[in-house]
């Protein structure tokens, strides 16, 4: 009959500001990096919106001390990625363009829409009241309003409702009721029934199905619970009010500010570019087995494939025009990779009715980017800052990926290294759940099914996609702390029953739980070969912390750091264990801040080194 659409609300979204952090002294600088600043307002962010890993026998001040230099190292790393020229490729120069947008629309959604959200106690009190009431009702049901009102007119002439319900509605008796809570209908419906007293009844209401006159039979009162359940029931009440006025915004300043564009695309270019896509697919579907129905997610690999089949000429192409600005296809598909992209069918038809679909959202997004442009939201400093804190983090998880990519160790190597050594130390070695995902949204489903208390082998069966670990609910088994990188090194500084993540890796997000450690063993009267590929591995995770400790340095002494202790000291955290997700205006979802991989080091030969200078 009728029907009301009830938008699914993120569990964990983004704390704003002013309600988490307060604006007082946020943008006090607690050290100077280089050209960079690290400010109170990003140290505080970083710590609280983003898991920090427990240690028991820590202080609060030396957890503060490793993220700061953690921090430090990231920005060092930046600096020195920009210099070499890293920051120059396809790959980056568009993901921070899309990273840009996204800021800049949110800064535009905020003044907007939700500046204009306004809602008084007295309303919100109005409606709570009638939250506390199930209506009881019989309708009469006429296919026009011709028949409705004729319908009407009888009742106001006296004729009985019961009377007439017998003789239009043959299915229903007089006494047959239909009862309703509130939200159940459109607000402008609810309003003509909650203001109906018992035994009266409505003017006609068109409804998708036909019209309805409505009489109130009776009424029942929902006892109030305790006090602390009518605040809560209040609160989140007030909350649906205010979504819904959100939403009504929305959609009215899309009509306004979208209605009179003037677009075209190239649908040559569209097609090829679709054709492309629908191919990979298929590739992929057979290469890895995947069933019907089943999602196919396109992979960086996928994308990289898509874009060398569409070639160079055809991505310089002009695609979109919005009147003014052309866009070509290249930016077009980087922004489509950026979202990421699958699809359980590969059906053609189906495959082009959802790029369509990708392609009309761009649009969208690009007009709203151009009005936020046009009131210089992208310049607001809160939008530069959060931009140049990703940027930062892009950048040294690059340039960290350089060092890691210098470094070889050779099986000769290996094995002098090897003979001078009396005995031979096997590492630590961890066991592990892990749940791996390449989609945010999961991630989020994944900590809310943990706060509600389901099991993690449980959840890592369901949502998983390492292939190898699957069936066995995520487990690895004991595996040294010298393999899976950024997972084994995680895991050594975890302790049993710790979850943490999301860890970003190559193959997506990462979450574990550590299950099991076992420590180092020191082994005599064994061979090289009977350790060969765990000493090699070894070997090369040591060198590798070497050379991040000796270039982090370099890199210290190069661009010079200012530390102001005090203002470190004086700021108060909350270890909240928890990761905080960031819902963007106008559409899109990231994590409130980035995630930083403890390395601290490198301080004490950076330290040392500035008590040897003259």
Not at 296 to 314: L, Q, R, T
Not at 547 to 560: P, R
Not at 568 to 596: C, E, H, T
Request: glycine share 6%; hydrophobic share 35%; aromatic share 12%.
């Amino acid at each position: 009959m009728f029907t009301k659409k009830i938008l699914s609300v993120i569990i964990i979204s983004v704390i704003f500001n002013s309600i988490l952090f307060g604006q007082s002294n946020s943008t006090k600088v607690i050290a100077k990096v280089g050209e960079e600043e690290i400010t109170i307002d990003e140290f505080k962010k970083r710590f609280e919106l983003v898991p920090q890993i427990n240690k028991p026998n820590k202080s609060e001040e030396a957890l503060k001390a490793e993220l700061l230099y953690s921090i430090i190292a990231e920005k060092l790393w930046a600096q020195e990625a920009e210099n070499l020229g890293l920051d120059t490729t396809n790959v980056i120069k568009y993901t921070f363009e899309n990273l840009k947008k996204m800021y800049a629309r949110d800064a535009l959604y905020k003044k907007e829409i939700e500046s204009n959200i306004n809602i008084d106690e007295e309303k919100i009190s109005k409606v709570f009241l009638r939250s506390r009431k199930k209506l009881n009702l019989q309708f009469l049901k006429a296919l026009s309003i011709n028949e409705a009102d004729s319908l009407y007119r009888l009742l106001e002439k006296g004729e009985s409702f019961g009377t007439l319900l017998n003789k239009w509605n043959s299915s229903f008796g007089k006494d047959s009721l239909f009862t309703i809570s509130y939200g159940d209908f459109p607000v402008e419906i609810e309003d003509e029934l909650y203001r109906l007293k018992v035994s009266e009844y409505s003017k006609p209401i068109k409804a998708s199905n036909g019209w309805y006159i409505f009489k109130l039979f009776s009424i029942d009162e929902i006892p109030f619970g305790s006090d602390r359940q009518v605040s809560k029931e209040y609160l989140n009440l007030k909350r649906n009010l205010e979504q819904t006025i959100e939403d009504e915004l929305n959609r009215n300043y899309l009509v306004k500010l979208l209605g009179d564009k003037s677009v075209t695309t190239n649908g040559y270019l569209f097609w090829t570019f679709s054709d492309n896509i629908i191919e990979q697919l298929k590739r992929k579907k057979e290469k890895e087995g995947i069933p019907d129905f089943g999602d196919i997610k396109f992979s960086s690999a996928d994308f990289s494939n898509v874009e060398s089949e569409i070639g160079e000429d055809s991505l310089n192409m002009n695609f979109i025009n919005l009147g003014k600005r052309d866009i070509k296809l290249k930016e077009f598909y980087y922004a489509f990779a950026y979202e990421g992209f699958y699809s359980n069918s590969i059906n053609p038809d189906t495959v082009r009715a959802k790029l369509n679909s990708r392609v009309k959202r761009f649009i969208e997004h690009e007009i709203l980017t151009e009005e936020a442009k046009r009131q210089n939201l992208n310049e607001l400093p809160e939008v530069k800052n959060q931009v140049n804190t990703w940027r930062g983090n892009y950048l040294g998880r690059l340039y960290e990926k350089k060092i890691k990519n210098s470094v070889e160790i050779t099986e000769g190597e290996a094995k002098q290294k090897f003979e001078e050594e009396a005995d031979f130390t096997s590492p630590m070695q961890v066991n592990i759940f892990e749940i791996l995902t390449d989609s945010l949204e999961i991630v989020e489903k994944v900590f809310k099914c943990l706060d509600e208390g389901e099991r993690f082998q449980d959840i890592a069966r369901e949502y998983t996609i390492r292939k190898e670990t699957k069936e066995n609910n995520g487990e690895f088994g004991y595996f040294p702390i010298t393999e899976h990188g950024e997972i084994g090194k995680i895991a050594s500084q975890l302790e049993l029953g710790e979850v943490y993540g999301p860890l970003n890796l190559a193959e997506g997000y990462s979450i574990i739980k550590l299950i099991g450690k076992r420590e180092p063993v020191v082994k005599s009267e064994l061979n090289f070969e009977e350790v060969k590929d765990t000493y090699i591995k070894q070997l090369k995770n040591m060198e590798i912390l070497k050379t991040k400790i000796d270039k982090t340095v370099e890199l210290a002494n190069k661009y010079e750091i200012d530390i102001n202790h005090k203002v470190l000291q004086s700021i108060k955290v909350n270890n909240l264990s928890m990761l905080v997700f960031k819902n963007f205006g106008f559409g899109g979802m990231g994590m409130a801040m980035p995630i930083i991989s403890p390395f601290y080091e490198w301080v004490e030969k950076w330290q040392n080194s500035q008590q040897d200078l003259p």
